[in-house]
């Protein structure tokens, strides 16, 4: 779950008051079980053995430089509430702080819509790198939402220890991402702050802005696909299917909030940023790829997604 998702489907929502977040705490944890959190130390390992190994194995087949958060956060569902909560109601503090000039925005912003949405993500996340977007201070955090892996990995018959191994390459793929892009974190918040602004000033959200993030969480999800394939270091094909199998499945009630949120979107992202990634690297090699991150204005462009070959002659 990105915050560029968690943004739009608190912006999407409606009702008749501007959002308190306190209350979208209580509301989202009162609808959603924790989930049991009991771990033996060797469990509590096991989860920064994997992270450490994640993070050695993608140096060596990106040879990007980075590093991952010191403190690996294991966290139950209402942790997880708490922990994205903070980042929504930061994403949204200017709008909260001119509600009294903003009449229309009552209309946009629902403190049930914003707590139904957390509530329904928290019971489907898996794992998080959250590069704390808009927070003082140069802070990442990656979190794993334990009830929420031994479920799914219950659910799709598949050994625990394989699993959250695979939860773990992927998200310090992010980290890496981010760790070789310093420029990316403040790209995204800047991108925020101007759409959000504009919904303070407009009482809409800029669509321009947010699909400048939109191409870059395209490029962060595919480029996270194809370090994926060359450091995790077990077969995962079945893994990936049966996941992409969970995602598509569900109630009436489950597909709507999924397409309400836009997770249709993020499986969009994944494979049309990895058929990129992947013409680059078939034409380049992985350096080229990489040179993704080297400054903002090497971010493909809308038309260079579907044609990899403009992005190699602008940039490479």
Aim: net charge negative; aromatic share 8%.
């Amino acid at each position: 779950m990105s915050l560029f998702e968690g943004v739009r489907a608190v912006a999407s929502a409606s009702g008749d008051s501007l959002v308190d977040w306190n209350a979208v705490r209580d509301a989202a944890k009162a609808g959603t079980p924790p989930g049991d959190l009991t771990l033996t130390a060797a469990e509590r390992e096991a989860y920064a053995g994997d992270v450490r190994d994640a993070r050695e194995r993608i140096r060596e087949v990106s040879t990007l430089d980075f590093d991952v958060p010191e403190t690996v956060s294991v966290m139950n569902r209402h942790h997880w509430i708490d922990a994205n909560a903070g980042t929504f109601e930061r994403a949204f503090r200017p709008v909260n702080d001119a509600s009294a000039s903003l009449p229309g925005v009552s209309r946009t912003l629902n403190t049930g819509g914003a707590a139904a949405a957390l509530s329904f993500l928290a019971r489907n996340v898996l794992g998080q790198y959250d590069p704390l977007l808009l927070a003082d201070g140069d802070a990442h955090e990656l979190y794993f939402v334990h009830p929420n892996i031994v479920e799914a990995a219950a659910s799709l018959d598949v050994p625990l220890a394989r699993f959250r191994r695979w939860i773990a390459f992927h998200e310090v793929t992010h980290a890496a991402e981010f760790g070789a892009a310093p420029w990316l974190a403040d790209y995204l918040e800047d991108r925020l702050r101007a759409g959000i602004t504009e919904l303070e000033d407009e009482y809409r959200l800029d669509t321009d802005e947010f699909e400048e993030v939109l191409l870059a969480m395209t490029a962060v999800e595919g480029y996270a696909e194809l370090l994926m394939d060359r450091a995790f270091d077990r077969e995962y094909g079945d893994l990936r299917r049966k996941l992409d199998a969970r995602r598509r499945g569900g109630g009436p009630l489950t597909k709507l909030f999924r397409h309400l949120l836009g997770l249709g979107l993020k499986r969009k992202q994944y494979e049309q940023g990895r058929e990129f990634f992947d013409a680059v690297v078939d034409a380049r090699g992985i350096e080229t790829a990489s040179l993704v991150w080297n400054a903002p204005e090497n971010l493909p462009r809308r038309d260079e997604l579907d044609t990899p070959g403009r992005w190699l002659a602008r940039v490479a």
